[in-house]
């Protein structure tokens, strides 16, 4: 792996996108800074260090994590039932990784026992509810893995949406995943209560 010195005051750094270079490495005030110089790219870093920088997310892709998180916000605002993140929300797992889910869900008692500077970071909280919608330029098994690191650090319900097989993967903790073929819905109770993500407008 590539270690990347990152000087203070920093200029933009010239991105590195997964595959076409060796990986970055970087310590944690690197990231930040890393992170700061570059307000416009979705950057996660792994529990190692590796450095990961993805390109936008293709515009169909965009179009159905908006309906996605519409429908996560919509039941959450109605039963007051905690904060919502897009994928522009970063998170420091107990691992030590930065992960950035498509949408996820964290219930208000467990947000609101963090500070407002722990808040305005790279919060150190694993979402209870995340969901990854993979576009045609995502392989399966790193996401897979993803979804596997979320459950190990705290996640209570995950969701693995591939619109190319029209399968959702239902990941909860101590069991293997749920693969569900071609769904017009997906139950997410009880982990969120009441909730189901219909998915006529997500295929």
């Known amino acids: 792996m590539t270690s990347l010195q990152i000087p203070s005051k920093a200029k933009p750094l010239a991105v590195i996108f997964p595959d076409a270079l060796p990986r970055m490495t970087m310590t944690t005030a690197q990231f930040y ?5 570059n307000p416009e790219l979705r950057i996660e870093r792994t529990a190692e260090g590796e450095v990961i920088v993805m390109p936008p997310a293709f515009s169909d ?4 994590n908006v309906k996605i998180s519409y429908q996560v916000i919509a039941w959450a605002e109605a039963n007051d039932m905690g904060e919502v993140f ?47 919608l993979r576009s045609k ?3 399966l098994a790193p996401l897979q893995r993803k979804m596997q690191e979320y459950l190990d650090n705290g996640t209570k319900l995950g969701l693995l949406i591939d619109r190319k097989q029209r399968k959702v993967h239902v990941y909860r903790p101590g069991t293997n995943p749920k693969t569900l073929d071609d769904p017009g819905s997906v139950i997410c109770d009880p982990e969120l209560p ?4 219909k998915m006529r407008k997500i295929w």
């Open 137 to 139: 330029s995502d392989r």
């Open 194 to 197: 009441g909730f189901q993500l």
């Open 33 to 37: 800074e890393f992170c700061a110089v």
């Open 61 to 64: 892709t965009g179009n159905r």
């Open 86 to 132: 897009d994928s522009s929300a970063g998170f420091t797992l107990p691992n030590g990784a930065t992960r950035s889910p498509d949408t996820s869900w964290i219930p208000s008692d467990r947000w609101n026992a963090l500070s407002a500077e722990q808040q305005e970071s790279f919060a150190p909280i694993c979402p209870d509810f995340v969901i990854e």
